[in-house]
């Protein structure tokens, strides 16, 4: 079974950064489509961005084109969410979800795709 362990949450003001953290315990020789979701209080959970572990490919939600970047470190099995500019709209929990399909932008946002989820770690700007 495939472990999700998000961190790096926390409070921020507007204008500023924060750096999450997924690390997960998929089979490094398998290729997963790794993507971080966010859900506000009494909204539909959102697909954010995503990658491609096999090749790389990443796609974004229009809403953090710019400022959000998603990358990997397969070494250490571990994704990151590097959110830059923050919101007061960006505020909700962020959780990182994983499964073994292609990333592709038509797809990649939807729940129903990945098997895998984290806990969640809480983002707050002000």
């Known amino acids: 079974d495939v472990q999700l362990v998000e961190s790096g949450g926390g409070s921020v003001q507007a204008g500023g950064s924060l750096r999450l953290s997924c690390i997960s315990s998929?089979?490094?020789?398998?290729?997963?489509?790794m993507a971080w979701f966010r859900q506000a209080p009494g909204k539909e959970r959102e697909g954010v961005a995503a990658?491609?572990?096999?090749?790389?490919?990443?796609y974004y939600a229009d809403s953090v084109k710019g400022r959000f970047t998603i990358s990997q470190d397969d070494a250490k099995n571990t994704v990151f969410l590097q959110m830059n500019n923050l919101e007061p709209d960006d505020s909700a929990m962020y959780y990182c979800?994983?499964?073994?399909?292609?990333?592709?932008?038509?797809?990649?946002?939807?729940?129903?795709?990945?098997?895998?989820w984290g806990q969640g770690t809480q983002v707050t700007v002000s």
């Open positions: 990658i491609h572990t096999g090749g790389g490919n990443s």
């Open positions: 998929v089979d490094r020789h398998l290729s997963y489509c």
């Open positions: 979800a994983a499964d073994r399909i292609g990333c592709y932008s038509r797809t990649y946002a939807f729940v129903y795709e990945y098997t895998y």
